[in-house]
C-alpha cells in the first residue's frame, strides 16, 4: 500500500506563471486550516473544518469517505467553483479566491461525475472543448491545438473513437473520452469527481491504471475522489480521509490506514475494514 513510484519531469507549456514542472519546489495545491461548506442565506453551513494538506507535483491523491461526508464539496472548493469558508486556500501558492475562471482553466481540469448528454458532438469534438481556453475569440485550433488533442485521445486508447459521436459510447468510453478533454487542457492539476461510479469491474481498474500513468508519464498531480477504497490503497501516493463525523485526516496510504480513520468513515455493524488486508470485511455475528 505504500507509494510506489516517482514522479518523471516532464516539459512543460511556455508560461509567466512559475514552472509548474515535477521538479519545482511549489505545492500544486495547499490548504491550511480550511473550512468547506456553503452559503444559506446569510449564514455559513459549514460541513468540514481544519483540512490541512500540501501536495506536491507529481502525486496521485485519492479522497474517500461516505456519501455526505463532503468530498465533492472539498473538490468543488479546490476547483474555484465555490468559495472557502474560512482558512486559506492556494493553487501554485496563489489564493484560490483571486484566481480568475479564465486563469484556473490553464491550471486545473475537472471531470465531475455527473451524467453529459453532448449532442451529435464526435468524440474528437467533445475532446477540443478542452483546447477552448487557449484559442482566439473565434475559437480557432491551431496545429498545437490538434496535436493535444490526438496526444490525449492516444493516451487514453480512444484515438479509433474519434469519428464516433460521444453518446454512441458505452459509460467507461465516455468516461475516458471526458478524461481524455481534462488531458487536452494541458493543466498541472487534474481532478476527478468518481470517475468509476457508472462502470464495470474492469473499466474501474482501468481507470486507475489511467490516473497512474498521468502521474508517471505525463508528470501531472492527479486528485481523484472516490470509493474504491482498495484501489486506491494500491494506487495512490497519499490517501485523504473524510469521516462520517467530517474529520479530515491525510498522508501515506498504510499510515492513514492503519490510523483508524478508515474505519471510522466506513465501518457499519456488519461490516469493517480490516487493515492487514487493505480490505473491508464482514464482521463476524455476535453470539
Known amino acids: 500500500m505504500s507509494p510506489k513510484h516517482e514522479p518523471r519531469h516532464t516539459e512543460q507549456r511556455q508560461s509567466a506563471l512559475p514552472p509548474i514542472g515535477p521538479s ?55 476547483a474555484g467553483l465555490q468559495a472557502p469558508c474560512g482558512g486559506s486556500l492556494s493553487l501554485l501558492e496563489r489564493d484560490i479566491t483571486l484566481i480568475s475562471a479564465e486563469e484556473r482553466a490553464s491550471l486545473l481540469a475537472c471531470v465531475f461525475n455527473e451524467r453529459i448528454e453532448a449532442g451529435y458532438l464526435t468524440v474528437w469534438e467533445f475532446v477540443a472543448f478542452g483546447r477552448y481556453p487557449y484559442t482566439n ?62 462502470l464495470d469491474a474492469p473499466s474501474r481498474i482501468e481507470i486507475f491504471k489511467l490516473a497512474e500513468r498521468l502521474v508517471q508519464e505525463e508528470g501531472k498531480t492527479v486528485l481523484l475522489c472516490t470509493h474504491e477504497v482498495d484501489l486506491a490503497l494500491k494506487t495512490a501516493d497519499e490517501l485523504w480521509v473524510i469521516d462520517r463525523e467530517h474529520r479530515f485526516s491525510a498522508g501515506a496510504p498504510f499510515v492513514v490506514a492503519r490510523s483508524g480513520a478508515i474505519g471510522r468513515a466506513f465501518d457499519l455493524p456488519t461490516v469493517a475494514f480490516d487493515v492487514i488486508s487493505g480490505t473491508f470485511r464482514a464482521r463476524e455475528p455476535q453470539r
Open 24 to 78: 519545482a519546489n511549489l505545492p500544486v495545491v495547499e490548504a491550511s486550516s480550511l473550512a468547506i461548506g456553503w452559503k444559506q442565506g446569510r449564514n455559513l453551513q459549514i460541513l468540514t473544518r481544519n483540512i490541512n494538506f500540501q501536495v506536491a507535483a507529481g502525486h496521485l491523491i485519492a479522497l474517500v469517505g461516505p456519501n455526505g461526508a463532503g468530498k465533492s464539496t472539498l473538490l468543488r472548493t479546490i
Open 137 to 198: 475569440a473565434h475559437n480557432r485550433l491551431t496545429d498545437e491545438d490538434r496535436r493535444h488533442i490526438a496526444t490525449a485521445l492516444a493516451l487514453v486508447g480512444m484515438e479509433r473513437f474519434a469519428a464516433r459521436t460521444f453518446s454512441s459510447l458505452s459509460d467507461g468510453e465516455k468516461q475516458k473520452v471526458q478524461i481524455a478533454r481534462a488531458v487536452a487542457q494541458n493543466t498541472p492539476l487534474l481532478m476527478f469527481d468518481e470517475p468509476t461510479v457508472f
